[in-house]
């Protein structure tokens, strides 16, 4: 398959680093909405964010003395800020021949979503890692980090060719971020491997993967439900290997059972090994899904400013 | 190959269907897919490869281009070879069952026994697209199944073909066969009888007589290897004339030409149940034995013949049984113009009236018309000016024409002192002698047509006898009262007797016996008939009723109704009774009635079990290897 790259222009236009930015401020509201996150950290630090106050003894720097406390209340007190604690963000982007065909939409889908996550960590102040993944893991960018690392984002989403083959098993083996860069996997892909069993597999790997672990599955919803019936020339766009069907609906029918079975498998290994799974079918609503992604507990979203 | 229905043909036309659906069968689309594997777990069953969905396509157009064209091949009627021997649409069993067919070999096994077996074998291998028809004869043909592809009917009639007592006709049969065989030609004619319908044609080839276009004839001919026969081919009886209670019989004894040597025939005679005489009879093969003998006996009794040949193979011709003929007086009006010119007549009337055999009415031409019923009438010196069609008649000097008389009287006699004979064989001249007769001519008449001059004077007849419109007419153009001598001899009495029993001789053959062939069909009054038959040499009697006034004699035997008229009938076939035997002295079926090996020329179970297998075989490759 031709190797595809992504228009930097059709991807990141000005229309979507705006989104970028409402996405990053819903998520800060939505926070604070909540009292407390659940994946925020107890420790406090030297951040701008308030987080409670306590007395003041005296082995503490006087600088942290909240006097306006003190005029009002006699007693000296000192302000707690919340620490953010600093991440390592691994993005993982699967660039085998079926994110890219017959439905580049997936393509486009994957690298927003890549982007999207970046953008994230980057203001999220923790460190930004990409990387491809195909047949292999490719060694992953340096790591990225402040806005200002956004166009390097743009740039390596701009670089990734699309096509080849898929090999999940090994490019999860070799996907092993070291201790020193614990942090948060965000694997987007279709796992759709050379079998059907092979993306189960080898998620078995990820459990070792230092950190908290995102598999967005992207898929196309005609690979949900097939637009196609009657006789027809099958040809797999990786391996070009062809099959020749006559497909009833009956067949049709069978083949969504074991599409969603497939789906459901995927999200039950990934439950079974403290992973958050999110489905992502290319015509649902970007910003809900995104959304809805980083507020099912991920530390990213808490990070956001 | 040949097709019997060929425009069905056209229906091949249909083949143009499937040819365009395959040329321009929908291409199956190519999708590019990403999840293949998802598809391969969904139809891992019916995954083949290329070449053999290439190849099943293929063979499922060959397939039904195939089965459409058998179809239409059994529809057409497809018959495997040109010159098959069945590849007529229509076979026409014409099958002998005439008396000779019951010559039986030594198992009893008869030639109408053997014939059935092998056309019923032969049947079994004509396609069954092909009808056939039944024709058995004898005297005359009955269709007893016509046209008909039902192999089980029409087996069941030739099982029921049963041998009739009778000679056979075959021009009659041979044209209700080409009847039949001209209704959808082309045809074949199975002739199976003991001689081939044609002289000219060989066993089992075609005859070489000139038939209608499309009907050929095949000929099956049934013979024993070695055949003597010695029958009975001819009878005659008749009360001797001037003789009371005796009948003079005449019978031919023939032995059959393909005998294998001469024999001693014994013709037993038997009146009444009691023997009588007997002849031996040396007979060469082909020859033919007239034999004429005198025998007592009284009317209404049995008179039978009995042929005894040492190794003969044919009864049914051995035995001739009949009732004696009723031996009535001859009842004959003399109408005369005046009895005392000529004495003579009255006289030689008289003597022959004293034997008993004559009753004589005599009057004038006032009695004219009669009111009596007679057997003849003797017109004397007078005519009557209508001519009396319904009886036979002796003019003795004859006045003018009338009727079938065309003769006119000389006004000055003519006498002769002797006759020229011109036929001296005839029955009315029997024993009469010619050479001494002076006449004196009274009439000249013409005997053109069927009246034969017996005596001629110069270039005129004088005495002439034939036939006139069925009735029988002697006419005599002379005087005996002015003959010199002819009224003086014994000559003329006889001549007078002669003539009467002569031309009454058909009347009362009819009034006393009815000599029949078997097979004729007679006008009976009465509702049953009384068969007396001879059998291993017992006389049996059988009651056969009937009701209609036609009677068909089927047996060999005398016979009576219950009103009293009799008769007899008999084969006295000279042709049924020379029995033929093989040639060569072997039995040999012709091949084209053998049924060992060859296949049948229809096509139709082949083609039917081709199209079975061309679904099995398709149903196989689409059904259980579909292609999905």
């Not at chain 2, 002796?394 to 009338?402: A, D, E, K, Y």
């Amino acid at each position: 398959m031709a190797a595809a790259k992504q228009n930097d222009e059709e991807l990141f236009d000005a229309e979507f680093l705006e989104r970028l930015k409402a996405l990053a401020l819903r998520l800060r509201k939505r926070k604070q909405l909540r009292r407390k996150g659940i994946q925020s950290t107890p420790a406090t630090g030297f951040t701008r964010e308030f987080k409670d106050f306590r007395h003041y003894t005296g082995n503490e720097d006087y600088r942290a003395i909240d006097w306006r406390l003190y005029a009002r209340l006699d007693r000296l007190f000192v302000r707690l800020y919340e620490e953010v604690q600093e991440f390592h963000v691994h993005i993982a982007v699967d660039t085998s021949g079926s994110m890219v065909g017959p439905f580049p939409e997936k393509r486009i889908t994957a690298l927003k979503i890549a982007v999207a996550l970046g953008y994230m960590g980057l203001i999220g102040n923790h460190r930004v890692s990409l990387y491809s993944i195909g047949e292999d893991s490719s060694e992953p960018t340096q790591p990225l980090k402040g806005r200002g690392s956004l166009q390097r984002v743009l740039d390596f989403a701009q670089g990734l060719e699309f096509g080849g083959m898929t090999n999940l098993e090994r490019s999860f083996e070799k996907f092993a971020p070291t201790r020193r860069r614990y942090g948060i996997i965000f694997v987007l892909s279709d796992l759709f491997g050379r079998e059907v069993d092979e993306a189960r597999e080898a998620i078995r790997h990820a459990a070792r993967w230092p950190g908290e672990t995102h598999f967005i599955q992207v898929f196309h919803p005609n690979e949900e439900k097939p637009d196609f019936d009657g006789e027809i020339e099958l040809m797999d766009v990786e391996t070009q290997e062809q099959r020749r069907l006559w497909l009833t609906p009956r067949d049709r029918q069978r083949y969504e059972d074991r599409f969603h079975q497939f789906l459901s498998e995927i999200e039950a290994t990934c439950r079974s090994r403290q992973i958050d799974h999110q489905k992502w079918r290319t015509d649902y609503p970007f910003d809900d899904l995104f959304l809805d992604l980083l507020s099912r507990g991920s530390a990213l979203a808490s990070g956001a400013s | 190959m040949q097709f019997l229905y060929p425009q069905f043909l056209w229906l091949l036309l249909l083949g143009i269907i499937p040819v365009m659906l395959y040329l321009f069968r929908r291409k199956s689309k190519k999708v590019r897919v990403s999840t293949l594997v998802f598809f391969k777990t969904l139809a891992k069953e019916h995954q083949e490869s290329a070449w053999l969905r290439r190849l099943k396509k293929i063979v499922s157009f060959v397939l039904t281009i195939l089965m459409l064209s058998f179809a239409v091949f059994v529809l057409s009627r497809l018959i495997a070879k040109q010159d098959d021997p069945d590849r007529y649409r229509t076979i026409v069993i014409l099958l002998d069952r005439s008396a000779s067919m019951g010559v039986a070999d030594e198992g009893g096994n008869s030639l109408l026994d053997a014939g059935k077996d092998i056309l019923r074998a032969r049947l079994a291998k004509v396609p069954e697209e092909v009808g056939v028809s039944l024709i058995a004869y004898d005297v005359r043909p009955e269709v007893l199944q016509p046209r008909t592809l039902n192999r089980r009917e029409l087996i069941s009639r030739l099982e029921g073909v049963d041998l009739r007592p009778m000679a056979d006709d075959r021009s009659s049969a041979v044209e209700a066969a080409n009847l039949i065989a001209g209704l959808e030609t082309p045809t074949a004619i199975w002739h199976a009888s003991d001689r081939p319908l044609f002289s000219l044609g060989e066993e089992g080839e075609d005859s070489g007589l000139q038939l209608p276009e499309g009907i050929t004839v095949k000929e099956l001919t049934l013979a024993q290897p070695e055949v003597t026969n010695a029958g009975i081919t001819a009878f005659q009886i008749r009360p001797v004339p001037l003789e009371y209670s005796r009948y003079e019989v005449y019978t031919q004894i023939a032995l059959n030409s393909d005998a294998a040597e001469p024999v001693t025939s014994r013709l037993e005679v038997s009146v009444g149940g009691v023997p009588n005489q007997f002849r031996e009879i040396d007979l060469e093969p082909g020859e033919r034995v007239g034999i004429t003998f005198r025998l007592d006996g009284v009317s209404e009794q049995l008179l039978h013949l009995h042929l005894k040949t040492e190794g003969d193979a044919f009864a049914l011709d051995d035995d001739v049984t009949v009732s004696l003929p009723e031996s009535r007086p001859i009842l004959a009006a003399w109408i005369r113009e005046d009895e005392s010119e000529d004495p003579y007549t009255r006289f030689a009337l008289s003597a022959v009236q004293e034997s008993g055999r004559f009753e004589l009415l005599m009057g004038g031409p006032d009695a004219w018309p009669l009111s009596e019923e007679v057997d003849a009438v003797i017109f004397d010196g007078w005519l009557p000016e209508e001519w009396p069609e319904d009886l036979p008649a002796i003019v003795i000097n004859p006045p003018g024409p009338s009727g079938p008389v065309l003769a006119r009287a000389l006004p000055n006699p003519i006498p002769y002192d002797a006759v020229r004979v011109g036929s001296e064989e005839h029955p009315v001249l029997f024993r009469v002698g010619s050479s001494r007769v002076a006449v004196t001519q009274t009439a000249v008449f013409q005997s053109a047509g069927s009246l034969e001059p017996l005596w001629l004077v110069g270039q005129e007849p004088i005495l002439a006898a034939g036939e006139v419109k069925g009735r029988r007419l002697v006419l005599m153009g002379f005087s005996p009262g002015q003959s010199e001598r002819l009224p003086l001899t014994a000559s003329f009495p006889l001549l007078i007797g002669n003539a009467l029993l002569w031309i009454v001789d058909r009347d009362m053959e009819s009034g006393g016996l009815h000599q029949h062939s078997t097979g004729d069909l007679v006008k009976i009054e009465g509702k049953e008939v009384s068969w007396k038959q001879w059998e291993n040499g017992e006389l049996k009697t059988r009651r056969v009723p009937f009701s209609s006034g036609v009677f068909e004699l089927d047996r060999v035997g005398a016979w009576e109704s219950d009103i009293g008229e009799k008769g007899s009938s008999h084969i006295l076939s000279a042709v049924e009774s020379s029995l033929p035997t093989a040639k060569n002295g072997e039995v040999t079926i012709p091949e084209y009635f053998q049924v060992e090996g060859g296949a049948s020329g229809g096509l139709k179970l082949w083609l039917l079990s081709g199209l079975l297998v061309i679904l099995l075989v398709e149903a196989w490759f689409f059904h259980r290897l579909a292609v999905y």
